[in-house]
T-cell receptor, first 115, second 111 residues
Framework: NAGVTQTPKFRVLKTGQSMTLLCAQDMNHEYMYWYRQDPGMGLRLIHYSVGEGTTAKGEVPDGYNVSRLKKQNFLLGLESAAPSQTSVYFCASSYSIFAARETQYFGPGTRLLVL | DQQVKQNSPSLSVQEGRISILNCDYT??????FLWYKKYPAEGPTFLIS?????DKNEDGRFTVFLNKSAKHLSLHIVPSQPGDSAVYFC??????????FGTGTSLTVIP
């Protein structure tokens, strides 16, 4: 039982490049989330999904797209990376909306540097 | 605008003493609060939660207190241990899916 895994762990991009961050969970959770963590800002929700095939915007969605084609995977895409997207990205999952009020399980994070 | 605030970026405590981490929020609609603990290079892990219908929740060495009138919650760790050294985030939500996180407090427990 790996929990929540994230790929890659670290990436350096040039401005304008694109990339996809992959999150996978093996706990059969319905809900999945993407956060970014910046110094002095805490964790901020980018997008989330309440089930396979669904996505919704969070607090800071601009510049990102997401897809949830399979229940166990949640992809975060940057179409044209900007230096302001330099951050640590965390994926999380939870069983349901009720369980979400108990806890979310977080992945180890992806550190992204945009030059 | 930061709806959940942790005004102390860092805290140092001697082993065996009490650690008190504070969190303030501005949204009176928040009715569920959590504390997460984070070690370097790892994701946050859930520590303890409290509903707005309570003013205290205890789990072993960890106790969370909620003062709704002051929009303030605190996490008490007694006794503090070196393994408690980590960054602690508080988070809050109203009905729905989205949690709002504070900026974190880095706790160092000195042996």
């Amino acid at each position: 039982n790996a929990g929540v895994t994230q790929t890659p762990k670290f990436r350096v991009l040039k401005t304008g490049q694109s990339m996809t961050l992959l999150c996978a969970q093996d706990m059969n959770h319905e809900y999945m989330y993407w956060y970014r963590q910046d110094p002095g800002m805490g964790l901020r929700l980018i997008h989330y999904s309440v089930g396979e095939g669904t996505t919704a915007k969070g607090e800071v969605p601009d510049g990102y797209n997401v897809s949830r084609l399979k229940k166990q995977n949640f992809l975060l895409g940057l179409e044209s990376a900007a230096p302001s997207q330099t951050s640590v990205y965390f994926c999380a999952s939870s069983y349901s909306i009720f369980a979400a009020r108990e806890t979310q399980y977080f992945g180890p994070g992806t550190r992204l540097l945009v030059l | 605008d930061q709806q959940v605030k942790q005004n102390s970026p860092s805290l140092s405590v001697q082993e065996g003493r009490i650690s008190i981490l504070n969190c303030d929020y501005t949204n009176s609609m928040f009715d569920y609060f959590l504390w997460y603990k984070k070690y370097p290079a790892e994701g946050p892990t859930f520590l303890i939660s409290i509903s707005s219908i309570k003013d205290k929740n205890e789990d072993g060495r960890f106790t969370v207190f909620l003062n709704k009138s002051a929009k303030h919650l605190s996490l008490h760790i007694v006794p503090s241990q070196p393994g408690d050294s980590a960054v602690y985030f508080c988070a809050a939500s109203s009905t729905g899916n989205q949690f709002y996180f504070g900026t974190g407090t880095s706790l160092t427990v000195i042996p």
